[in-house]
């Protein structure tokens, strides 16, 4: 099966715009959507960062809806899909396809703990079997310290064995390289695309056999994270190392905050937009002293976000 | 506020029938709240035994609907309405406060981990206020080895003090005697009700305060834990140690078992329909020896689901 048509590259966990009643924001979503496909930046929205699983089905459906509608490209696209409902899952996944999403990020059902990796492959194999599209690309998301449900080696051996093709990959956010290694090390030669889940592991992916990122602070630092693919894919960029200490300075950086609001606190400071720091809860806001420090330090690191308008 | 039109006594969090296509069947579950009220246990629908987190909303909502309009009494139901996304949260929970649903059980959002008592002070006050409705009564929904996201005494203050009444208490399913302890020495008081989350805490429950329990094995064993409640609510049942340890041996029997699959094994074996067996993915159902054994253990126990027909 060709993987030609692949996605491939820096994708970024869109972070999602909310009203002051805590709605999603349409056209702010477009807009910074927009923005990352002009820094070459693809669209992995409803992800871990884009408070995915604080949004109800109705509202994920509505706000694919509306990017499609206002002509983003569909392809660039990576939605996440995975539910710990089967039926969301399904329709959530049928959806991305019908709007010609390149590909569908799934995490597994992630309520239960504990389950096996025989109830994991009925999940993913039930999706499939309803969606029931040749051109689906499914790409596992293994997530740990999140989820706490896995996605082992044996279980993308059995998918993978079964729906070569349909299962095209996964983003491994386990923050764990021996890991990341495991995935490479075994299926990247099979048609099975690997993400690491952050840009601080872009370049030894791609040395490994990655195909790329997605990644929290693709949100806020888009261009040098996708320079780096880019000109390691032309000639393998001399410079290389130096383009990953830089991303790993900036990142590091966010780190130093809670990941979210870090995120949306930026894009509302760079972009002259306050309301962009609006989370739902279980999250919260940065305070002001924190809002404060982490422009501060950002400054300092000469970190810009060019081209964003809020 | 007065605590006296509240839900107390043993509650079911009432396991989910499915057809083969895994839709919820309706018609099943209907019979199977009728059962559980002969057997004067309260309906808990949607809670973690129910597979509530592998269901969408729309499923949720329309089983309801199907349950108050097949007749049975809203006022003994607890449906779990607390879900990843607020928005999901304040559907279900309005829905069933328009229905005259006596309670509802809320777990927190359950997605993002290690998130702060402020971010889940929020999620619940937005709950309270977006629904809206005095009559409201929301039981907080403990139960850390699954959601990993633990509901502490300290939030339980700050609710209860900004939302007396409404708040009206909580299924304590750590399975740590020490903090279903906490939460009666520290609350029982106050106008709020504390249910532990398995049977074997129900006597030390009561003779700490506690007003009943919320258990899994009530699917199976109802009118049992709910004759120990009651005998003991008159007169402190001179034999409440007997009846407690053969809840017991009844609740170790199923703990043998991964639990949901098992409940749903027992119903099928004893109701003698065996497409009660069925679950949803990533659940898996116990398999063919599994399901003999649970059958031998339990009759050999002297184990009966009287009333019951499948």
């Known amino acids: 099966m060709s993987t030609k048509d692949r996605i491939t590259g820096v994708l970024s966990p869109v972070v999602t715009p909310f009203k002051a009643d805590l709605s999603p924001d349409p056209e702010r979503f477009v807009r910074q959507c927009r923005w990352l496909l002009s820094q070459d ?62 590909g569908a990020l799934m995490l597994p059902p992630f309520y239960y703990k504990g389950v096996s990796d025989d109830g994991l492959f ?16 499914i790409y596992l998301y293994h997530i740990p310290p999140v989820s706490q449900v896995p996605i082992t080696v044996a279980l993308i051996e059995r998918l993978l ?20 290694k495991a995935y490479l090390d075994n299926f990247a030669k099979h048609g099975f695309d690997v993400f690491p889940g952050s840009e601080t592991f872009l370049l030894q992916g791609m040395r490994g056999g ?3 990122c997605i990644s929290a602070t693709a949100n806020v630092n888009p261009g040098a994270i996708a320079r780096l693919f880019a000109t390691w894919n032309v000639g ?3 410079d290389a190392d130096t383009q990953q200490e830089r991303l790993n300075e900036i990142r590091g950086i ?5 990941m979210i609001p870090a995120l949306k606190a930026a894009i509302a400071h760079y ?34 976000m060019p081209g964003l308008t809020g």
Chains 1, 2 share one sequence.
């Not at 499939?128 to 040749?134: A, L, T």
Request: proline share 3%; charged share 25%.
């Open 271 to 304: 972009g002259g937009d306050t309301s962009w720091a609006t989370v739902r809860p279980p999250l919260v806001e940065l305070t002001r002293e924190q809002k404060a420090a982490l422009a501060t330090d950002l400054d300092s690191a000469g970190f810009t």
């Open 41 to 102: 930046v693809g669209l992995a929205v409803f992800g871990t960062n884009s408070e995915a699983n604080s949004l109800s089905t109705d509202e994920k459906v509505d706000l694919l809806d509306r990017l499609v509608g206002a002509g983003v490209d569909a392809r660039r696209m990576m939605p996440g899909t995975g539910c710990c409902a089967l039926t969301d899952s399904v329709r959530l996944t049928a959806h991305a396809m019908k709007l010609g999403c390149g």
């Open 210 to 212: 990655g195909v790329g």
């Open 236 to 238: 393998r960029a001399a």
């Open 254 to 258: 966010f780190a130093k905050y809670p």
């Open 161 to 180: 064995k079964t729906y070569p093709g349909i299962v095209a990959g996964a983003k491994d956010s386990s923050g764990d390289w021996n890991n990341t």
């Open 122 to 137: 009925k999940n993913f194999a039930e999706v499939i079997e309803r969606v029931g599209d040749r051109r689906l690309r």
